[in-house]
């Protein structure tokens, strides 16, 4: 995957553009393309630079959807988490969850609505829930609190890497004749008699303007939905209700074990979880209604206090601001709903409207339903093109790297590319070097990733393809020159370039420390 050769491939038609490369747009790639359609995908900053890469990496049904009477959303989602943990192996994986029961009715009263929970997954289920002991709660989980500990309720959930799966699914669609271009935006329409023919992009960076017709385009662009509306229709609709949700990422010691934790019911009534990844512990999430749509997010003051308040309250652990090692907020793109105003009670189903443009308005939705609703856009899409209905073929489709082979586990993630990154480590044993001291990513993924997966900034690397800024910003702050250096080399830059390149990555991982969060 290489971002000259998506630019050469660049054509005057197609019959379907999908705008925004975050899950819903990748994933509406994937499917048009491997039906045969010709496609073109357009992704204005990176592969999952915004939401796509900031979830809770749960591949869930949603218990607590489940609690708010949605069970046909709860059904489709475990339905596609198990679709999603076969089809992309590799980046996904099966987790041990535990409920703790501080009251003795309690352990009923969760257990049985996981054990429908469970039911309504069929014969995807991913393992039993059980009833647990207070001795057996605590040894799985060891941090638990014990006061008024009378036990817990098992059950299994699954769990993966958010933004590697973007790079796979960008990946796939390639394989399947897409054409993926990062880091070029749509600037305008091209209309004929009022209805979006095609589109106005920049290249974001050579500067270069293109105009690309299509039969029809599918606006995909998450909590940015409304300003692409607003630019195709000339009006100011508004469809999105954004939600802010914050995690904190620590040390893994202070929540010994390989099980995760589900308290299921806050302060605020949302559910809060503690998660073993990548070797820390990621804790969340909040759920805040917000205005003002950025990029790049902050968290605020009360929503970490929020989360540190309640991890401590349940466990023998003691964490503070300064245990934190990094701070990720990531915006919902939830779909309005008129006269909802809480939107922690807003549902997380799609929509999918035909604009009177023709354009298609894809909103709302979650990572683990990404297929579905990509299947459901393009159903629509060819309806609105006037295009050869062909069905859906993504169901069983493998995503790009699927593996079940874990063997290689600083490499697990790569899935099947994992042999060529040890290729490239037999040629050249330099590349075999940590990139930091402190955590296992060595030169030869960074090479990888710079030469094949269409990452071209110092953030692209610690962000996305690697999961560095978002366990320990502190540590990808310090890694940034090695990545700058190895960039401009790969792309023949300048020192003036890879300075340009540090200075913009450390002034944006300062927003991951807490030394940054307002009240």
């Given at each position: 995957?290489?971002?000259?050769?998506?630019l050469?491939?660049l054509?005057?038609?197609?019959?379907?553009?999908?705008?925004?490369?975050?899950?819903?747009?990748?994933?509406?790639?994937?499917?048009a393309?491997?039906?045969?359609?010709?496609?073109?995908?357009?992704?204005?900053?990176?592969?999952?630079k915004g939401?796509s890469?900031?979830a809770?990496?749960l591949?869930h049904g949603?218990?607590?959807?489940l609690?708010q009477?949605n069970i046909?959303?709860?059904?489709?989602?475990?339905?596609?988490?198990g679709?999603?943990?076969q089809?992309?192996a590799?980046?996904?994986n099966t987790?041990?969850f535990?409920?703790p029961?501080?009251?003795?009715?309690?352990?009923?009263?969760?257990g049985?609505?996981?054990?429908?929970?469970e039911?309504?997954s069929?014969?995807?289920s991913?393992?039993?829930?059980?009833?647990?002991?207070?001795t057996?709660?605590l040894?799985?989980?060891p941090?638990?609190?014990?006061n008024?500990?009378?036990?817990?309720?098992?059950?299994?959930d699954?769990?993966?890497?958010?933004s590697?799966l973007?790079?796979?699914l960008?990946?796939?669609?390639?394989?399947?004749?897409a054409?993926?271009?990062?880091?070029?935006?749509?600037?305008?329409?091209?209309k004929k008699?009022n209805?979006?023919v095609?589109?106005?992009?920049?290249?974001?960076i050579?500067?270069k303007?293109?105009?690309i017709?299509a039969?029809?385009i599918?606006n995909?662009?998450?909590?940015f939905?409304?300003?692409l509306?607003?630019l195709a229709?000339g009006?100011?609709e508004k469809t999105?209700?954004p939600?802010?949700?914050?995690?904190?990422?620590?040390?893994?010691h202070?929540?010994?074990?390989?099980?995760g934790m589900?308290?299921p019911?806050?302060?605020?009534g949302?559910?809060?979880?503690?998660?073993p990844w990548?070797n820390?512990?990621?804790?969340g999430?909040?759920d805040t209604p917000i205005?003002?749509?950025?990029?790049e997010?902050?968290?605020l003051?009360e929503e970490?206090d929020?989360?540190?308040d309640h991890?401590n309250?349940?466990?023998?652990s003691?964490?503070?601001?300064?245990d934190?090692?990094s701070?990720?907020v990531?915006?919902r793109?939830l779909?309005k709903?008129?006269?909802v105003k809480k939107t922690?009670?807003?549902?997380?189903?799609?929509?999918?409207?035909?604009?009177?443009s023709?354009?298609l308005?894809?909103?709302?939705?979650?990572w683990?339903t990404?297929?579905?609703m990509?299947e459901?856009a393009i159903?629509?899409?060819l309806q609105v093109?006037?295009?050869?209905n062909t069905?859906?073929?993504?169901?069983?489709?493998?995503?790009?790297?699927?593996?079940?082979?874990s063997?290689?586990?600083n490499?697990?993630v790569?899935g099947?590319?994992a042999i060529?990154i040890n290729?490239?480590?037999k040629k050249?044993?330099s590349?075999a070097?940590k990139?930091?001291?402190?955590?296992?990513?060595?030169?030869a993924e960074v090479?990888w990733?710079?030469?094949?997966?269409?990452?071209?900034?110092?953030?692209?690397?610690l962000a996305?393809r690697?999961?560095l800024l978002?366990?320990?910003?502190?540590a990808?702050m310090?890694t940034?020159?090695l990545?700058?250096?190895?960039?401009?080399t790969y792309?023949?830059?300048?020192?003036?370039?890879q300075q340009?390149?540090?200075?913009?990555?450390?002034n944006?991982?300062?927003?991951y420390l807490?030394s940054?969060?307002?009240?």
């Open positions: 995957m290489k971002r000259n050769e998506q050469a491939k054509e005057q038609a197609y019959d379907i553009i999908v705008i925004g490369g975050g899950a819903t747009g990748l994933g509406c790639a994937v499917d393309a491997s039906r045969g359609y010709k496609t073109l995908l357009l992704e204005k900053y990176d592969f999952a939401t890469s900031r809770t990496k591949v949603g218990v607590r959807y609690a009477g046909r959303l709860v059904r489709e989602a475990l339905l596609e988490r679709r999603l943990l089809n992309a590799h980046v996904c987790l041990k535990v409920v029961s501080y009251k003795w009715w309690q352990k009923w009263y969760y049985f609505g996981l054990w429908v929970y039911f309504l069929a014969k995807l991913l393992g039993k829930t059980s009833l647990l002991s207070k057996k709660a040894q799985l989980l941090s638990l609190s014990t008024k500990l009378s036990g817990a309720v098992l059950y299994y699954g769990q993966f890497d958010d590697r973007a790079i796979n960008a990946q796939t669609a390639i394989e399947q004749g054409t993926v271009i990062n880091y070029c935006g749509v600037t305008g329409f091209i008699e209805k979006a095609g589109v106005k992009i920049l290249d974001e050579s500067g303007i293109f105009e017709k039969k029809v599918i995909a662009t998450g909590v939905a409304d300003t509306l607003q229709e009006h100011a999105i209700a939600s802010q949700g914050i995690h904190l990422v620590v040390d893994k202070f929540f010994e074990g390989d099980t589900m308290i019911k806050t302060d605020d949302r559910v809060l979880f503690a998660i990548h820390k512990l990621l804790l999430t909040t205005e003002n749509i950025s990029v997010p902050t968290p003051k970490v929020f989360i540190i991890f309250r349940y466990t023998s003691d964490i503070s601001y300064k934190v090692k701070v990720y990531g915006l793109p779909a709903v008129d006269g922690s009670v807003m549902p997380r189903d799609h929509i999918i409207k035909v604009l009177p023709g354009m308005h894809v909103t709302g939705g979650k683990t990404y297929r579905s990509a459901h159903d629509k899409a093109g006037n295009l050869k069905a859906c073929k993504t169901r069983n489709l493998k995503i790009h790297g699927c593996t079940n082979d063997s290689v586990t490499l697990s790569f099947t590319d060529a290729e490239m480590i050249d044993i590349l070097e990139i930091h001291p402190n955590f296992d990513y060595t030169k090479q990733v710079i030469e094949n997966e269409m990452a071209i900034t110092v953030e692209d690397v996305r690697i999961r978002f366990l320990d910003a502190k990808a310090e940034a020159p990545i700058a250096k190895m960039l401009a792309l023949q830059k300048n020192e003036e370039w340009n390149q540090i200075d913009t990555f450390n944006l991982a300062s927003n807490l940054m969060v307002q009240g």
